[in-house]
């Protein structure tokens, strides 16, 4: 059963609080994802990760941190969250090849009050 | 034409009727994907193609490439209420990098 989860899929923090965001996939993918979705917008790119302990930033990596220790599971967080943090934020794996397909969960919306 | 930090476009069309959603991209690829986004869940693939394909078919679904121009287009026949749903065309500029464009929100009234 190819998928993506992600949990929570809802998070209200305050800003300055911690942040912890998860996503597991079952297809063995090598490369995994997290991207922010603001509204009329389309996704940016937060961090990619290759494999474990092997990850990259992308386009706007600052605010955040990931970390990835196993194959499956990727985690994005978020140090003293702030309100411009505010967003829906999607995860997706992929085989490592460019022609991949990227698979998405369903996404965290997170508030930052 | 989506692309960049272009905000969201928008089409609103009947059911039965054809439309073409079109993608401009600046840097290399070898490939550009489409994505279709339903509301409240992940962006899903629905067609790839290749930098050497000129052009893709899946079922009601046509792609197009233009190398040349750096141009892209995705076209729905004959589109029913079930197409309703924002699209995304997104390049790969290498490192396994997607980079998604703004997208084109289709409206598909009854």
Redesign the interface.
């Known amino acids: 059963d190819m998928k993506?989860t992600q949990m929570p899929r809802y998070l209200i923090k305050r800003m300055g609080e911690n942040v912890l965001l998860e996503c597991g996939q079952d297809m063995s993918h090598e490369?995994m994802?997290w991207?922010r979705q603001d509204p009329?917008?389309?996704?940016q790119?937060i961090y990619?990760s290759?494999d474990v302990d092997s990850n990259?930033e992308?386009d706007i990596p600052k605010g955040y941190r990931v970390s990835r220790k196993k194959r499956e599971h990727f985690s994005l967080i978020l140090d003293s969250a702030k309100t411009n943090q505010t967003s829906v934020y999607?995860c997706?794996s992929?085989l490592?090849?460019?022609?991949?397909?990227?698979f998405?969960?369903?996404?965290t919306r997170l508030t930052v009050l | 034409s989506q692309w960049g930090e272009e905000n969201l476009q928008a089409l609103s069309i009947q059911e039965g009727e054809d439309v073409t959603m079109n993608c401009s991209y600046k840097t290399y690829t070898t490939v550009v994907h489409w994505y279709r986004q339903d509301s409240g869940r992940g962006p899903a693939l629905i067609i790839l193609i290749r930098s050497n394909e000129r052009e893709k078919r899946s079922g009601r679904l046509r792609a197009t490439l233009d190398t040349s121009s750096q141009s892209s287009s995705l076209s729905i026949t004959a589109a029913q209420c079930e197409d309703t749903a924002v699209y995304f065309c997104a390049t790969d500029p290498g490192g396994y990098k997607v980079v998604f464009g703004s997208g084109t929100r289709l409206l598909v009234s009854p």
Do not use: M
């Open positions: 993506v490369t994802y991207y009329g917008l389309g996704l790119l990619i290759y990259s992308g999607f997706a992929s490592r090849d460019s022609y991949a397909e990227q998405f969960g369903p996404g």
